[in-house]
Protein backbone atom coordinates (compact mmCIF):
# COMPACT_ATOMS: atom_id res chain seq x y z
CA UNK A 1 0.00 0.00 0.00
CA UNK A 2 1.08 3.47 -0.77
CA UNK A 3 2.87 5.36 1.65
CA UNK A 4 0.82 8.67 3.24
CA UNK A 5 2.85 11.52 4.10
CA UNK A 6 1.99 14.29 6.34
CA UNK A 7 3.94 18.09 6.33
CA UNK A 8 3.76 20.00 9.51
CA UNK A 9 4.31 23.77 8.61
CA UNK A 10 3.32 25.27 5.73
CA UNK A 11 5.80 28.07 5.63
CA UNK A 12 8.33 28.19 2.69
CA UNK A 13 9.72 24.57 3.50
CA UNK A 14 6.96 22.92 3.96
CA UNK A 15 4.46 24.48 1.57
CA UNK A 16 7.39 23.32 -1.13
CA UNK A 17 7.71 19.97 0.30
CA UNK A 18 4.05 18.94 0.32
CA UNK A 19 3.32 20.34 -3.54
CA UNK A 20 6.65 18.14 -4.19
CA UNK A 21 5.50 14.84 -2.71
CA UNK A 22 2.08 15.47 -4.46
CA UNK A 23 4.13 15.81 -7.60
CA UNK A 24 5.78 12.49 -6.85
CA UNK A 25 2.45 10.60 -6.56
CA UNK A 26 1.85 10.59 -3.10
CA UNK A 27 -1.37 11.42 -0.82
CA UNK A 28 -0.72 14.75 0.89
CA UNK A 29 -2.24 16.40 3.92
CA UNK A 30 -0.47 19.51 5.49
CA UNK A 31 -0.95 20.94 8.21
CA UNK A 32 -0.64 24.65 9.83
CA UNK A 33 -1.79 25.95 13.11
CA UNK A 34 -2.80 29.22 11.27
CA UNK A 35 -6.39 29.03 9.48
CA UNK A 36 -5.53 31.69 7.31
CA UNK A 37 -2.44 30.22 5.40
CA UNK A 38 -4.55 26.91 5.30
CA UNK A 39 -7.48 28.53 3.66
CA UNK A 40 -4.84 30.26 1.18
CA UNK A 41 -3.43 26.99 0.42
CA UNK A 42 -6.18 25.20 -0.16
CA UNK A 43 -6.97 27.73 -2.82
CA UNK A 44 -3.51 26.90 -4.38
CA UNK A 45 -1.75 30.22 -3.51
CA UNK A 46 1.45 31.02 -1.53
CA UNK A 47 2.15 33.89 0.93
CA UNK A 48 5.47 34.02 -0.63
CA UNK A 49 7.04 34.27 -4.81
CA UNK A 50 8.74 31.07 -5.47
CA UNK A 51 8.95 30.21 -8.83
CA UNK A 52 6.43 27.77 -10.31
CA UNK A 53 5.49 26.95 -6.86
CA UNK A 54 1.84 28.34 -7.34
CA UNK A 55 1.85 26.32 -10.44
CA UNK A 56 2.77 23.06 -8.54
CA UNK A 57 -0.06 23.31 -6.04
CA UNK A 58 -2.60 24.31 -8.90
CA UNK A 59 -2.10 20.87 -9.93
CA UNK A 60 -2.17 18.93 -6.91
CA UNK A 61 -4.71 20.38 -4.40
CA UNK A 62 -8.29 19.01 -3.67
CA UNK A 63 -11.34 20.79 -5.20
CA UNK A 64 -9.05 23.26 -7.39
CA UNK A 65 -10.51 21.81 -10.90
CA UNK A 66 -8.05 20.23 -13.11
CA UNK A 67 -5.86 18.80 -10.11
CA UNK A 68 -4.76 15.22 -9.53
CA UNK A 69 -6.76 16.14 -5.73
CA UNK A 70 -3.28 14.39 -4.17
CA UNK A 71 -3.21 17.53 -1.58
CA UNK A 72 -5.09 18.68 1.21
CA UNK A 73 -4.76 21.01 3.81
CA UNK A 74 -6.18 21.12 7.68
CA UNK A 75 -5.90 22.50 10.87
CA UNK A 76 -6.36 19.02 12.92
CA UNK A 77 -3.39 17.12 14.87
CA UNK A 78 -5.80 14.38 15.24
CA UNK A 79 -6.81 14.33 11.38
CA UNK A 80 -2.62 14.43 10.66
CA UNK A 81 -1.84 11.46 13.18
CA UNK A 82 -4.62 9.20 11.59
CA UNK A 83 -3.85 9.89 7.94
CA UNK A 84 -0.03 9.85 7.86
CA UNK A 85 2.73 6.76 7.43
CA UNK A 86 5.35 9.51 7.10
CA UNK A 87 5.18 13.15 9.29
CA UNK A 88 7.60 15.45 7.75
CA UNK A 89 8.57 18.51 10.34
CA UNK A 90 9.42 21.71 8.34
CA UNK A 91 8.85 24.53 11.06
CA UNK A 92 11.11 27.80 11.49
CA UNK A 93 14.32 27.53 13.60
CA UNK A 94 14.50 31.26 13.84
CA UNK A 95 17.78 33.03 15.94
CA UNK A 96 16.78 33.85 19.54
CA UNK A 97 16.51 37.46 20.24
CA UNK A 98 19.67 39.02 21.44
CA UNK A 99 21.39 35.61 21.23
CA UNK A 100 23.24 33.28 18.88
CA UNK A 101 21.35 30.54 19.46
CA UNK A 102 18.61 29.24 17.76
CA UNK A 103 15.31 29.32 18.70
CA UNK A 104 13.87 25.50 19.10
CA UNK A 105 10.50 26.53 20.57
CA UNK A 106 8.40 25.97 16.66
CA UNK A 107 10.24 22.47 16.71
CA UNK A 108 9.52 21.37 20.41
CA UNK A 109 5.63 22.53 20.07
CA UNK A 110 5.12 20.44 16.85
CA UNK A 111 6.56 17.62 18.10
CA UNK A 112 4.85 17.64 21.31
CA UNK A 113 1.57 18.16 19.88
CA UNK A 114 1.81 15.45 16.51
CA UNK A 115 3.04 12.49 19.36
CA UNK A 116 -0.07 12.27 21.44
CA UNK A 117 -1.67 11.24 17.86
CA UNK A 118 0.51 8.30 16.55
CA UNK A 119 -1.65 5.17 17.13
CA UNK A 120 -0.04 3.30 14.43
CA UNK A 121 3.44 2.75 12.72
CA UNK A 122 5.15 5.75 11.78
CA UNK A 123 8.31 7.79 10.78
CA UNK A 124 8.55 11.08 12.07
CA UNK A 125 11.14 12.86 9.86
CA UNK A 126 12.93 16.61 10.49
CA UNK A 127 13.63 18.61 7.81
CA UNK A 128 14.45 21.66 9.89
CA UNK A 129 17.68 22.87 10.80
CA UNK A 130 18.55 22.54 14.20
CA UNK A 131 21.71 22.16 16.48
CA UNK A 132 23.03 18.74 16.79
CA UNK A 133 21.99 16.94 19.30
CA UNK A 134 18.11 17.34 18.50
CA UNK A 135 17.30 14.66 16.96
CA UNK A 136 18.40 12.58 19.95
CA UNK A 137 16.70 14.56 22.02
CA UNK A 138 13.25 14.86 20.37
CA UNK A 139 14.04 11.13 19.63
CA UNK A 140 13.16 10.71 23.22
CA UNK A 141 9.75 12.85 23.47
CA UNK A 142 8.66 10.76 20.66
CA UNK A 143 9.18 7.20 22.82
CA UNK A 144 7.84 8.97 25.73
CA UNK A 145 4.41 10.38 24.12
CA UNK A 146 3.41 8.14 21.34
CA UNK A 147 0.46 6.28 21.72
CA UNK A 148 1.86 3.49 19.35
CA UNK A 149 5.52 3.68 21.42
CA UNK A 150 8.26 1.94 19.49
CA UNK A 151 6.74 1.54 16.45
CA UNK A 152 7.11 5.28 16.30
CA UNK A 153 10.72 6.14 15.02
CA UNK A 154 12.35 9.37 14.26
CA UNK A 155 14.79 10.27 10.94
CA UNK A 156 16.47 13.57 10.54
CA UNK A 157 16.76 14.57 6.22
CA UNK A 158 17.81 18.19 6.27
CA UNK A 159 16.91 20.43 3.54
CA UNK A 160 18.62 22.00 1.02
CA UNK A 161 16.84 24.83 -0.89
CA UNK A 162 17.55 27.49 -2.80
CA UNK A 163 15.49 30.35 -3.03
CA UNK A 164 14.15 30.91 -6.21
CA UNK A 165 15.18 27.20 -7.05
CA UNK A 166 13.10 25.56 -4.64
CA UNK A 167 10.98 23.55 -6.45
CA UNK A 168 13.75 22.45 -8.74
CA UNK A 169 15.82 21.56 -5.77
CA UNK A 170 13.05 19.27 -3.66
CA UNK A 171 11.97 17.58 -7.00
CA UNK A 172 15.85 16.95 -7.96
CA UNK A 173 17.74 17.27 -5.21
CA UNK A 174 21.53 17.35 -5.56
CA UNK A 175 21.52 15.13 -2.48
CA UNK A 176 19.60 13.50 0.01
CA UNK A 177 20.83 12.94 3.72
CA UNK A 178 18.85 10.38 5.65
CA UNK A 179 19.71 10.50 9.27
CA UNK A 180 18.34 7.09 10.81
CA UNK A 181 18.66 4.63 13.67
CA UNK A 182 17.11 1.65 12.02
CA UNK A 183 16.81 0.00 8.30
CA UNK A 184 13.53 -0.12 8.46
CA UNK A 185 13.69 3.91 8.79
CA UNK A 186 15.84 3.86 5.76
CA UNK A 187 13.73 1.30 3.89
CA UNK A 188 11.09 4.11 3.95
CA UNK A 189 12.86 7.63 3.03
CA UNK A 190 13.83 4.99 0.22
CA UNK A 191 10.49 4.75 -0.59
CA UNK A 192 9.30 8.02 -0.40
CA UNK A 193 12.93 9.28 -2.55
CA UNK A 194 12.54 6.86 -4.88
CA UNK A 195 11.81 8.98 -8.05
CA UNK A 196 14.84 11.20 -6.94
CA UNK A 197 17.00 8.10 -6.38
CA UNK A 198 16.05 6.56 -9.76
CA UNK A 199 17.16 10.05 -11.53
CA UNK A 200 20.29 9.73 -9.75
CA UNK A 201 20.27 12.03 -6.64
CA UNK A 202 22.99 10.49 -4.19
CA UNK A 203 20.94 8.94 -1.02
CA UNK A 204 23.62 9.33 1.94
CA UNK A 205 22.90 7.17 5.17
CA UNK A 206 24.49 9.29 8.58
CA UNK A 207 23.67 8.70 12.05
CA UNK A 208 21.66 11.60 13.60
CA UNK A 209 24.64 14.15 14.42
CA UNK A 210 26.06 14.08 10.75
CA UNK A 211 22.52 14.48 9.64
CA UNK A 212 22.01 17.76 11.81
CA UNK A 213 25.39 18.59 10.68
CA UNK A 214 25.16 18.39 7.24
CA UNK A 215 23.28 21.63 7.02
CA UNK A 216 24.76 23.88 9.46
CA UNK A 217 28.18 22.91 7.90
CA UNK A 218 27.36 23.27 4.44
CA UNK A 219 26.18 26.86 5.16
CA UNK A 220 29.17 27.89 6.93
CA UNK A 221 31.01 26.65 3.75
CA UNK A 222 29.46 29.32 1.55
CA UNK A 223 29.19 32.15 3.83
CA UNK A 224 32.78 31.17 4.02
CA UNK A 225 33.64 31.44 0.83
CA UNK A 226 31.64 34.53 -0.12
CA UNK A 227 33.29 36.64 2.90
CA UNK A 228 36.29 35.16 1.35
CA UNK A 229 36.03 36.98 -2.07
CA UNK A 230 34.72 39.73 -0.40
CA UNK A 231 37.73 39.83 1.78
CA UNK A 232 39.72 39.82 -1.37
CA UNK A 233 37.57 42.74 -2.65
CA UNK A 234 39.04 44.42 0.20
CA UNK A 235 42.55 44.27 -0.59
CA UNK A 236 42.08 44.73 -4.54
CA UNK A 237 40.41 48.34 -3.42
CA UNK A 238 43.41 48.67 -1.49
CA UNK A 239 45.95 47.86 -3.63
CA UNK A 240 44.28 49.16 -7.23
CA UNK A 241 43.62 45.07 -8.02
CA UNK A 242 40.63 43.65 -9.74
CA UNK A 243 38.51 41.11 -7.73
CA UNK A 244 36.75 39.66 -10.43
CA UNK A 245 39.58 38.87 -12.61
CA UNK A 246 41.05 37.38 -9.75
CA UNK A 247 38.01 36.08 -8.98
CA UNK A 248 38.05 34.10 -12.66
CA UNK A 249 41.44 33.37 -12.22
CA UNK A 250 41.36 31.15 -9.00
CA UNK A 251 38.12 29.72 -10.27
CA UNK A 252 39.41 27.63 -13.06
CA UNK A 253 41.26 25.68 -9.78
CA UNK A 254 38.72 22.80 -9.72
CA UNK A 255 39.78 22.66 -6.06
CA UNK A 256 38.08 25.94 -5.84
CA UNK A 257 35.40 26.48 -7.81
CA UNK A 258 33.63 29.36 -9.15
CA UNK A 259 30.62 29.88 -8.17
CA UNK A 260 29.77 32.23 -5.59
CA UNK A 261 33.20 34.26 -6.42
CA UNK A 262 31.35 37.03 -6.67
CA UNK A 263 32.21 40.02 -4.91
CA UNK A 264 29.64 42.68 -3.21
CA UNK A 265 27.59 43.37 -0.42
CA UNK A 266 27.59 39.72 1.01
CA UNK A 267 24.97 37.46 2.01
CA UNK A 268 21.67 37.86 4.06
CA UNK A 269 18.11 36.07 3.98
CA UNK A 270 16.74 33.43 6.47
CA UNK A 271 19.54 30.62 6.49
CA UNK A 272 22.83 31.72 6.06
CA UNK A 273 23.53 34.56 8.45
CA UNK A 274 21.67 32.76 11.36
CA UNK A 275 22.60 29.53 10.66
CA UNK A 276 26.16 29.74 11.19
CA UNK A 277 25.38 32.26 14.48
CA UNK A 278 23.90 28.97 15.56
CA UNK A 279 26.77 26.75 14.62
CA UNK A 280 28.80 28.77 16.68
CA UNK A 281 26.77 28.80 19.50
CA UNK A 282 26.17 25.39 19.45
CA UNK A 283 30.00 24.03 19.36
CA UNK A 284 29.80 26.77 22.46
CA UNK A 285 27.67 24.61 24.31
CA UNK A 286 29.69 21.44 23.24
CA UNK A 287 33.20 22.76 24.30
CA UNK A 288 34.46 22.96 20.69
CA UNK A 289 33.82 26.90 20.52
CA UNK A 290 37.99 26.97 18.80
CA UNK A 291 36.82 25.12 15.97
CA UNK A 292 34.39 27.47 14.68
CA UNK A 293 35.76 30.77 15.92
CA UNK A 294 36.58 31.68 12.40
CA UNK A 295 32.87 31.86 11.61
CA UNK A 296 32.82 35.14 13.79
CA UNK A 297 35.18 36.52 11.29
CA UNK A 298 33.15 35.45 8.41
CA UNK A 299 30.01 37.24 10.02
CA UNK A 300 32.28 40.83 10.66
CA UNK A 301 33.65 40.54 7.03
CA UNK A 302 29.89 39.66 5.54
CA UNK A 303 27.86 42.86 7.71
CA UNK A 304 30.99 45.40 6.82
CA UNK A 305 30.01 44.89 3.43
CA UNK A 306 26.73 46.78 3.73
CA UNK A 307 28.44 49.89 5.59
CA UNK A 308 31.54 50.05 2.65
CA UNK A 309 28.20 50.07 0.48
CA UNK A 310 27.12 53.43 2.49
CA UNK A 311 30.51 54.75 2.46
CA UNK A 312 31.14 54.08 -1.45
CA UNK A 313 27.57 55.87 -1.95
CA UNK A 314 28.98 58.90 0.27
CA UNK A 315 32.47 59.40 -1.50
CA UNK A 316 30.50 59.29 -5.25
CA UNK A 317 28.01 62.35 -3.61
CA UNK A 318 31.30 63.93 -3.07
CA UNK A 319 32.18 62.29 0.63
CA UNK A 320 30.41 65.11 3.27
CA UNK A 321 26.78 64.39 3.49
CA UNK A 322 23.40 62.39 1.71
CA UNK A 323 21.23 65.46 3.11
CA UNK A 324 19.26 66.58 0.32
CA UNK A 325 20.72 64.21 -2.37
CA UNK A 326 18.39 61.29 -4.10
CA UNK A 327 19.65 57.91 -4.31
CA UNK A 328 18.30 55.34 -6.22
CA UNK A 329 18.14 51.59 -4.94
CA UNK A 330 17.47 48.68 -7.32
CA UNK A 331 16.77 45.92 -5.32
CA UNK A 332 15.23 45.26 -1.73
CA UNK A 333 15.39 41.35 -1.56
CA UNK A 334 18.60 39.37 -0.26
CA UNK A 335 18.86 37.72 -3.88
CA UNK A 336 16.79 37.62 -6.94
CA UNK A 337 14.28 35.36 -7.81
CA UNK A 338 12.62 35.67 -4.06
CA UNK A 339 10.45 38.52 -2.48
CA UNK A 340 12.56 37.75 0.85
CA UNK A 341 13.87 40.71 2.35
CA UNK A 342 14.83 38.92 5.70
CA UNK A 343 18.42 40.41 6.76
CA UNK A 344 18.12 41.92 3.39
CA UNK A 345 21.68 43.73 2.56
CA UNK A 346 20.28 45.57 -0.15
CA UNK A 347 18.28 46.82 1.97
CA UNK A 348 19.84 47.31 4.85
CA UNK A 349 22.16 49.66 2.74
CA UNK A 350 18.83 51.63 1.61
CA UNK A 351 17.91 52.03 5.34
CA UNK A 352 21.43 53.15 6.45
CA UNK A 353 21.84 56.26 4.00
CA UNK A 354 17.80 56.68 4.56
CA UNK A 355 18.91 57.28 8.13
CA UNK A 356 21.88 59.54 7.26
CA UNK A 357 19.63 61.87 5.71
CA UNK A 358 19.32 60.31 2.00
CA UNK A 359 15.91 60.71 0.00
CA UNK A 360 16.24 57.20 -0.64
CA UNK A 361 13.36 55.73 -3.53
CA UNK A 362 13.44 51.45 -3.86
CA UNK A 363 12.40 49.53 -6.64
CA UNK A 364 12.25 45.52 -6.66
CA UNK A 365 10.50 43.12 -9.26
CA UNK A 366 9.20 40.86 -6.25
CA UNK A 367 10.06 42.37 -2.79
CA UNK A 368 8.16 45.87 -2.37
CA UNK A 369 5.06 44.83 -0.67
CA UNK A 370 7.67 42.88 2.36
CA UNK A 371 10.20 45.98 1.76
CA UNK A 372 7.37 48.27 2.84
CA UNK A 373 6.51 46.36 6.00
CA UNK A 374 9.83 46.37 7.07
CA UNK A 375 11.05 50.22 6.31
CA UNK A 376 7.33 52.08 5.67
CA UNK A 377 9.30 55.36 5.57
CA UNK A 378 11.55 54.53 2.21
CA UNK A 379 10.35 55.60 -1.30
CA UNK A 380 9.34 53.43 -3.29
CA UNK A 381 8.78 53.38 -7.34
CA UNK A 382 6.77 50.96 -9.35
CA UNK A 383 9.79 50.50 -11.91
CA UNK A 384 13.80 50.63 -12.09
CA UNK A 385 13.33 53.88 -14.32
CA UNK A 386 11.12 55.54 -11.58
CA UNK A 387 13.38 54.89 -8.97
CA UNK A 388 15.96 56.68 -11.12
CA UNK A 389 13.84 59.44 -11.64
CA UNK A 390 16.25 62.86 -10.31
CA UNK A 391 18.54 60.42 -8.57
CA UNK A 392 22.03 61.88 -7.71
CA UNK A 393 23.68 58.34 -7.84
CA UNK A 394 21.87 54.30 -8.61
CA UNK A 395 23.01 52.17 -6.47
CA UNK A 396 22.61 48.25 -7.84
CA UNK A 397 22.26 46.13 -4.97
CA UNK A 398 20.23 42.25 -5.96
CA UNK A 399 21.18 40.99 -9.04
CA UNK A 400 17.83 40.68 -10.83
CA UNK A 401 18.29 39.87 -14.44
CA UNK A 402 15.74 43.06 -14.81
CA UNK A 403 18.40 45.23 -13.71
CA UNK A 404 21.03 43.60 -15.72
CA UNK A 405 18.52 44.35 -19.16
CA UNK A 406 18.40 47.88 -18.38
CA UNK A 407 19.23 50.51 -20.98
CA UNK A 408 21.84 52.72 -19.42
CA UNK A 409 21.08 55.15 -22.07
CA UNK A 410 17.29 55.79 -21.31
CA UNK A 411 18.00 55.38 -17.52
CA UNK A 412 20.51 58.04 -17.68
CA UNK A 413 17.97 60.25 -19.54
CA UNK A 414 15.84 60.65 -16.02
CA UNK A 415 18.80 60.70 -13.35
CA UNK A 416 20.60 63.82 -12.44
CA UNK A 417 23.41 62.49 -12.43
CA UNK A 418 24.64 59.42 -14.22
CA UNK A 419 26.65 57.94 -11.79
CA UNK A 420 26.45 54.13 -10.84
CA UNK A 421 27.61 51.66 -8.25
CA UNK A 422 27.37 47.38 -8.75
CA UNK A 423 27.22 46.07 -4.96
CA UNK A 424 27.07 42.89 -7.33
CA UNK A 425 29.61 42.72 -9.57
CA UNK A 426 26.71 42.02 -12.35
CA UNK A 427 26.33 44.55 -14.49
CA UNK A 428 28.71 45.19 -18.01
CA UNK A 429 30.86 48.05 -16.76
CA UNK A 430 31.93 48.79 -20.35
CA UNK A 431 28.19 48.91 -21.41
CA UNK A 432 27.62 51.58 -18.72
CA UNK A 433 31.03 53.74 -19.36
CA UNK A 434 30.49 53.73 -23.10
CA UNK A 435 26.81 55.37 -21.71
CA UNK A 436 28.22 58.26 -20.39
CA UNK A 437 27.94 56.83 -16.82
CA UNK A 438 30.49 56.67 -13.91
CA UNK A 439 30.69 53.59 -12.86
CA UNK A 440 32.25 51.52 -9.68
CA UNK A 441 31.96 48.20 -8.01
CA UNK A 442 33.48 47.03 -5.00
CA UNK A 443 36.91 45.57 -5.51
CA UNK A 444 37.02 47.16 -9.28
CA UNK A 445 39.35 49.78 -10.37
CA UNK A 446 37.35 52.86 -10.94
CA UNK A 447 38.17 53.04 -15.27
Not at 34 to 62: D, F, Q, T
Not at 68 to 85: A, I, K, Q
Not at 112 to 141: D, F, I, N, Q, Y
Not at 244 to 265: C, P, S, T, V, Y
Amino acid sequence: MALKITVIGTGYLGATHAAAMAEMGFEVLGLDIVPEKIEMLSRGRVPMYEPGLEELLHRHVAGIEGSTGRLRFTTSWEEVGDFGDVHFVCVNTPQKHGEYGCDMSYVDAAFGALAPHLRKPSLVVGKSTVPVGSAERLSRLLAERAPAGVDVELAWNPEFLREGFAVQDTLHPDRIVAGVESERAEKVLREVYEVPIGEGSPFVVTDFPTAELVKTAANSFLATKISFINAMAEVCEAAGGDVAKLAEAIGHDDRIGAKFLRAGIGFGGGCLPKDIRAFMARAGELGADQALTFLREIDSINMRRRGQMVGMAREALGGDTFLGKRVAVLGATFKPDSDDVRDSPALNVAGQIHLQGGQVTVYDPKGMDNARRVFPTLGYADSALEAARGADVVLHLTEWREFREVDPKELGEVVNARVILDGRNALDADLWRAAGWTFRAMGRPRA
